[in-house]
């Protein structure tokens, strides 16, 4: 304390108050005792391995997960079997066969030429298809017009005789009006025809057909959904192709039939005709006025004569005139 006082007072500090200490007894350290850390040795490395070893533990591994790779595929496998397979589905008809073995060999043979109508017919089955196809006599007669025309042509007249909706007989018959047909696109080309009833038959019609006559069905080949065949009696042929048919003319009206010339009932006698009557040597109206035919004579002569008696008098005059003049 002593010579914090007189650092203080060398400074210039004056300490005001002056503590006092009381000494404190420090005990003394203990001395620690050293203790002795244990050490652990390091684990023994296992011994190592020869390469020849080793190679076979590998393939040991390898053998292993084969055995496992087969033996969870053989459980899949048996798991497969196990579980019913799904039946196949049929194929779809071939078209141009069921044609042919319906009576329709010449039109399923134009078909199976064109691959652009073949190929159609064939896609269009699986949605359902009904197939009017005419009979190999009407193809023949119409084979003449039909190598007129085009490719294209060619291929829009056999689509024009399909529609590419199943139809049975029974749902033919219950329609009447116009069909979109496998040849219709929906532009200026409409490749429509009319489907018509009469009775139990069914007809096909369009304003180009030959004559006038619609073509009629003969028969059904095949009506198995989705298909359905058809044979007609002739080629139905579209306006978009062939130009319109002529309007038939009017029949002329029966010549009215005379009385006396009209069948008359057996044991009837015929009536008598009237006596003609002579209108004809009777006067018109105005023949009451008219003079007898003497005095229609005596009129011609006084008339005669008054133009004789004019012409005298004319000539006595000129010469009346002439002998004036010249005695002047």
């Given amino acids: 304390m002593a010579g914090l ?19 404190v007894a420090i005990p ?16 023994a490395l296992p011994p190592r391995l020869a390469p020849a070893t080793m190679r076979r533990l590998r393939l040991a591994d390898t053998l292993l997960l084969l055995l496992l790779a087969l033996a969870s595929f053989r459980d899949a496998a048996t798991a497969a079997s196990s579980t019913p397979a799904a039946p196949p589905l049929p194929a779809p008809p071939n078209v141009t066969a069921e044609m042919a073995k319906g009576g329709c060999k010449a039109f399923a043979d134009l078909v199976a030429s ?24 009407a ?10 025309l085009t490719d294209d042509g060619k291929a829009s007249l056999l689509l ?65 959904d989705p298909l359905a065949i058809y044979v007609i009696d002739a080629v139905v042929e579209p306006v978009e192709l062939f130009k319109p048919a002529p309007a038939p ?40 006025d008219a003079a007898p035919v003497d005095q229609k004579k005596d009129a011609k002569k006084s008339a005669a004569a008054g133009a004789t008696c004019v012409r005298w008098w004319l ?14």
């Fill in 315 to 328: 000539a006595a005059a000129l010469v009346a005139v002439a002998g004036a003049s010249t005695l002047g």
């Fill in 5 to 23: 006082e007189i650092e203080l007072k060398s400074r210039g500090i004056t300490p005001r108050h002056r503590a006092k200490c009381t000494p």
């Fill in 114 to 137: 064109s691959p652009d109508a073949s190929s159609t017919y064939q896609s269009a089955v699986e949605g359902g298809l009904t197939v009017f196809c005419p009979s190999d006599s």
């Fill in 28 to 43: 003394a350290p203990t001395p620690l005792t050293p203790t002795r850390t244990q050490t652990t040795a390091p684990p």
């Fill in 139 to 148: 193809v023949r007669a119409f084979l003449p017009k039909y190598r007129n």
């Fill in 160 to 224: 024009f005789h399909a529609v590419p909706v199943h139809y049975s007989l029974g749902g033919l018959k219950s329609n009447n009006g116009p069909m979109n047909t496998l040849a219709t696109d929906g532009a200026a080309k409409n490749y429509n025809f009319t489907l018509q009833n009469q009775g139990d038959v069914v007809t096909i019609k369009t304003a180009a057909s030959s004559g006038g006559a619609p073509a009629r069905v003969k028969s059904t080949a095949v009506d198995k």
């Fill in 249 to 288: 003319a009017p029949a002329p009206a029966p010549a009215p039939v005379a009385a006396a010339d009209a069948p008359r009932a057996p044991g009837k006698k015929p009536a008598r005709r009237p006596a003609p009557s002579a209108v004809a040597d009777a006067p018109g109206p105005a023949a009451d």
